[in-house]
């Protein structure tokens, strides 16, 4: 069965997109740490990032580069974190998430509730500053 990764790729789920090429994907994830917290995934469909081919691995890493800036950009936070968890959903994927301390990157505190409106605000504003 497809991962749910491959079904927002194939537009069956639907998702706030910030960025695509013919490999990557990057959209908003549903429960984020900050706002601006985006998933980078490639559209092949692997589990373990590090079973990645390196090519892939490589350019999966440039493509999450580009959407970091325009994160950093459009929030003004002091680093983009980039996080590797994979343990609820087995397509592999960088979460980008905006950081000014260590602390806002703590996986185990609670998410932001964000209305359908603000998802799609930020989305909106990082999509216009990406430059894939
Ligand atoms: P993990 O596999 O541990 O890195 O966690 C998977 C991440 O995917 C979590 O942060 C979820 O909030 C996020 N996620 C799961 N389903 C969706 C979805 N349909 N749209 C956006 N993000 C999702």
Known sequence: MASVFSRIIAGEIPSY??????RFYAFLDIN?????????????????????????LGDMMLFAKKVAAAIRRETGCRKVASIVLGLEVPHAHIHLIPMNE????????????????????IAERLREAVEI
């Open 102 to 121: 260590e602390r806002d990157v703590d996986f185990s505190r609670e998410k932001l509730q964000l209305t359908p409106e603000r998802f799609a605000s």
């Open 32 to 56: 984020p740490l900050a706002e601006g917290h985006t998933l980078v995934v490639p559209k092949c469909e692997v589990d373990y990032i590090f079973d990645l081919d390196d090519r892939t």
């Open 17 to 22: 997109k910030i960025a695509e090429d013919d």
